[in-house]
């Protein structure tokens, strides 16, 4: 019997980014969600990890009797996966590279340093010092028992990424590569058409690239939880599709909601580009037998894993400013440097979060049991639900009485067009159930963890030096006049 980590030890050949179907299939005559079933006994495929078996039907191996795939701590991976990652530079980007190739992976990647151009033009800095590419990568292949390849190019790049897509030939395909700040896309139309032509023309090239080079690599495309918005009924926030039996009563009638996407409503102009994402790698799964993971990712918080743990020089980025930082991160940052932590509003807004650890334990899982030939599906990638004042208030209390400081929390004019008070449910049992997530972290041990860092005297002078940029000045109204303090609380001992 398969160990029970191994969530994926029982899948076959059929969801095998390393096999190859022959002959003329076409699975749409299957039907989206049924064709696995319907297309076994009546395929045969050809393994290009072993040619030397021929052909044969693809439901006759496993993974646990296939040798090309070896345990791991999550699970199942292919000996030497063939994993790209695209924004292999960024927040998430570098410490997966790191975790897949502590996992024996060849990881290969691109990045453009947008992000790193946007942080100095913005005048902030990331927190924690971070290497250049080229000196990551020298200590991590020496660390690390797979090795990680970088080139410098743009996704938009379409006469250099294609090539690239075609020689490298990955199994699995990270996509990262986007401009992630809401506020900077709220900034100017200049920020807005930066943001929307970065985020979607990358994504649709990515398909293209993946039909013409890749077509049985796996894609897994990072969205975020803020397409779908926070809806004032109180629908439950489902895994991207509704479940088979949600129904619509109109007029006297049931219709059957099953299987269609849910509604988005995005939250910025950075969201509506992730939204414009999520429609491109659906219909490329309908049209072209692609298959993708679409990762509806909550805000993510951290600093640390066990392979970046591992030496400074492996740091991953950590942006705290206005348009660049997430909100737990910027929270510890004020308070170590005396800052008042700066809720936009009530401070009643839920949102879905997730240690940077676990996500990429989650990323992880999501390589090692890929989609099957044309299957599009979500995953709400998060552990908690927390309002923003309850952040406040716990990085308060370890703040206080941990690390000897004197939190405050400001409230202010929200500059967002946002519900302040809302009903927030969100579904997130697949990575559970399915793909055997256990989470490894917790948010008071996060933020101890983020403590320790930041407080050593070097980060505290970075954040120092970027003391003004972590108060809000973008209006999603484009008026210009400063956000007005509504109150100062010291919180409760
Ligand atoms: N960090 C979070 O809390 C969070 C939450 C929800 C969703 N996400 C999503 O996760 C993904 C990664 O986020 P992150 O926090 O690591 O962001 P990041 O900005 O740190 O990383 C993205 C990387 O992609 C690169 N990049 C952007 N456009 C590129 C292009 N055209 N060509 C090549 N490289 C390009 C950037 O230089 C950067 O290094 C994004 O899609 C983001 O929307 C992140």
Redesign the pocket.
């Known amino acids: 019997m398969p160990e029970s980590n191994e969530q994926n030890a029982g899948c076959t050949c059929w969801s095998c980014p390393s096999v190859e179907f022959k002959g003329h299939v076409d699975f749409r005559a299957c039907g989206q969600a049924a064709f696995s079933k319907a297309a076994s006994g009546q395929l045969v495929v050809e393994c290009k990890r072993r040619p030397d078996i021929g052909y044969f039907d693809p439901m006759s191996i496993t993974y646990d009797t296939c040798p090309e795939w070896q345990k791991s701590q999550y699970g199942r991976l292919l000996k030497g996966m063939r994993v790209m990652i ?2 292999m ?5 570098w410490p997966l590279a790191l975790k897949l190739a502590s996992l024996g992976c060849h990881v290969f990647g ?7 151009r946007l942080v100095a033009e913005k005048g902030s800095q990331s927190v924690l010092a971070i290497s250049s590419m080229e000196e990551r990568v020298r200590v991590a292949n020496e660390r690390l028992s797979g090795t990680i390849e970088f080139q410098e ?4 790049d379409r006469k250099k990424f294609f090539p690239y897509m075609k020689e490298t030939r990955p199994e699995s395909i990270i996509q ?5 700040s809401a506020p900077y896309s709220m900034a100017d139309v200049d920020k807005a058409a930066h943001t929307i032509e ?1 985020n979607v023309l ?1 994504t649709l090239g990515l398909t293209f690239a993946m039909r013409d080079h890749a077509p049985e690599a796996s894609l897994i495309k ?1 969205g ?1 939880m803020g397409e779908y918005g926070s809806p004032l009924t109180g629908r439950p926030l489902f895994e991207g599709l509704f479940p088979g039996d949600a129904t619509l009563q109109y007029k006297g009638q049931e219709w059957s909601l099953g299987g269609e996407l849910t509604p988005r409503d995005p939250v910025s102009f950075y969201h509506v580009s ?1 939204v414009q994402g999520t429609f491109s790698v659906y219909e490329a799964c309908k049209y072209w037998w692609l298959r993708s993971y679409d990762v509806m ?4 918080y951290g600093n640390s894993t066990p392979e970046l743990d591992l030496d400074p020089a492996l740091n991953t ?1 950590f942006d705290i400013d206005e348009w660049w930082g ?1 909100v737990i991160n910027r929270f510890v940052a004020q308070t170590a440097i005396g800052e008042p932590m700066t809720i936009y509003g009530s401070g009643n807004q839920l949102r879905g979060y997730i240690t940077l650890s676990d996500a990429i334990q989650c990323i992880v899982r999501l390589v090692g049991l890929p989609p099957e030939p044309g299957q599009y599906d979500v995953v709400n990638q998060l552990t908690d639900v927390f309002s923003v004042r309850h952040l406040a208030e716990t990085v308060a209390r370890i703040g206080k009485h941990e690390f000897n400081l004197d939190p405050m929390i400001q409230r202010l004019e929200n500059p967002r067009v946002e519900a302040e008070d809302h009903p927030y449910e969100v579904i997130h049992e697949k990575l559970e159930n399915n793909f055997g997530f256990k989470s490894e972290s917790n948010l008071d041990d996060e933020i101890r963890n983020i403590f320790r860092a930041i407080l050593e005297p070097a980060a505290k002078q970075r954040i120092e030096e970027q003391r003004k940029l972590l108060f809000p000045t973008t209006r999603w109204s484009g008026e210009k006049q400063e956000m007005k303090v509504l109150e100062t609380i010291k919180p409760a001992a």
């Open positions: 695209l924004g530079d960024g927040y998430l980007g691109i990045d453009n340093f947008v992000r790193r190019m743009d996704l938009l990262f590569a986007e401009i992630p970065n990358g990072l975020t992730k990712q909550g805000v993510i980025r997430t």
